[in-house]
């Protein structure tokens, strides 16, 4: 199940908080793009999502939950996203969220559906870099260290470089994917038309496209030719 | 390399800080045990780990350096073990001093002989629970969702349950122990006989011996058969 991932070049992020029309959704669905990501930082309830995602289920794309409140886990997605943010002096954006969660719920945790992202979170203005108060000014070497942290040490599958807001350094990003050798490298931020898609797409595995479905949507859609044509 | 790991039963842990007799150490590395692990948590240098390398080397058995100190790291150990403490709130003992090390030395990192323990440090009075300010006052499911963390999400080779200078609450390393799939139990602190080793054993994979070899070498030579005669 989890090996489905390796296969996907661009996933589209949907946020539950937001508003979005039927006929947008089927456009999103019916795009091309290989998943739908459902989550957020903010605003994420288990009614919101769970309505988010019976109406992807109409479509047969696979759905994921990026899960960062576990009172909106809702089962039935296709795998669950579990963040691990590396750049945070703060051991619970880590493992001490996780901690406390699988002694909660461990029981009851599909661990073989559960996929764990190494964050490198990038923007110092966006939601998730103030709430894990992350360090986000660091030169391109030590971003790199920190995806062979996540790749080389914690052997997680996706190191996720996260710009959310803004359109990252490109050059930090290709040089991350260069130094890891197992980890799928997943890009987010930022990417709102064909030409940030297609520079996006040249330096990672997977480019994760979210803000601009939700200001405009032709050239939202228009990410997912640029990847698939390369 | 790695893979020789797994059938290790029993470690003797070396610190380079204390004085060991030629003779002393010729028992040590002839007792039968599987390895032996250099390290320690204070007075560690480069010095004194190389001239206990090169005494060790004398011998057939592997010699594996335990990593806590940048400085200390001496080339030509069959494996470094490198800690990932969990059960703290500050990330540098997890992933940052993990990530600055890489940052400066990554170029000349032997990544195939590197394997990340999961250290759960559950003795308040050690020195590494003082350093890293460990939150050791743990219940048993508290333990356990750490070493699933270890094991299920950063998908180390190692959980290393530890109580560095007493014998820890076996009920709490058996469950630990149960609760992973892939990854093997090391449980090191107050081994200090048949019966301790016996015991600790029955609750792990691999036991590490160290202290009592400075106080009492037949009673620590005692845990290698009480091990191997399992």
């Known amino acids: 199940m989890k090996e489905m991932i390796k296969d996907w070049k661009h996933i589209?992020?949907?946020?539950?908080?937001?508003?979005?029309?039927?006929?947008?959704?089927?456009?999103?669905?019916?795009?091309?793009?290989?998943?739908?990501?459902?989550?957020?930082?903010?605003?994420?309830?288990?009614?919101?999502?769970?309505?988010?995602?019976?109406?992807?289920?109409?479509?047969?794309?696979?759905?994921v939950?990026?899960?960062?409140?576990?009172?909106?886990?809702?089962?039935g997605f296709d795998l669950y996203m579990i963040p691990m943010v590396l750049n945070t002096d703060h051991s619970r954006w880590i493992t001490g969220l996780h901690q406390a969660a699988i002694e909660e719920y461990g029981y009851m945790i599909p661990w073989e559906l559960l996929v764990p992202e190494g964050y490198i979170v990038l923007n110092p203005d966006s939601t998730v870099a103030k709430l894990t108060e992350a360090n986000t000014d660091l030169e391109e070497s030590s971003v790199t260290a920190y995806a062979q942290v996540a790749d080389k040490l914690m052997n997680l599958p996706i190191v996720y470089v996260e710009y959310s807001g803004a359109f990252g350094d490109m050059a930090i990003v290709k040089e991350a994917r260069q130094a890891i050798s197992n980890a799928q490298l997943f890009y987010?931020?930022?990417?709102?038309?064909?030409?940030?898609?297609?520079?996006?797409?040249?330096?990672?595995?997977?480019?994760?496209?979210?803000?601009?479905?939700?200001?405009?949507?032709?050239?939202?859609?228009?990410?997912?030719?640029?990847?698939?044509?390369?």
């Open 12 to 63: 589209f992020k949907l946020d539950p908080d937001r508003q979005m029309t039927d006929d947008t959704l089927e456009a999103v669905c019916l795009s091309g793009s290989d998943a739908i990501m459902i989550g957020g930082s903010s605003g994420i309830t288990y009614e919101n999502t769970v309505d988010l995602l019976s109406r992807v289920r109409r479509y047969e794309l696979p759905c």
């Open 65 to 75: 939950q990026e899960v960062s409140d576990l009172t909106a886990v809702v089962p």
């Open 188 to 230: 987010g931020g930022g990417i709102c038309d064909e030409v940030t898609a297609r520079e996006a797409a040249g330096v990672s595995d997977t480019i994760i496209v979210g803000n601009i479905l939700y200001r405009d949507l032709k050239a939202a859609l228009s990410t997912v030719s640029a990847v698939k044509s390369e």
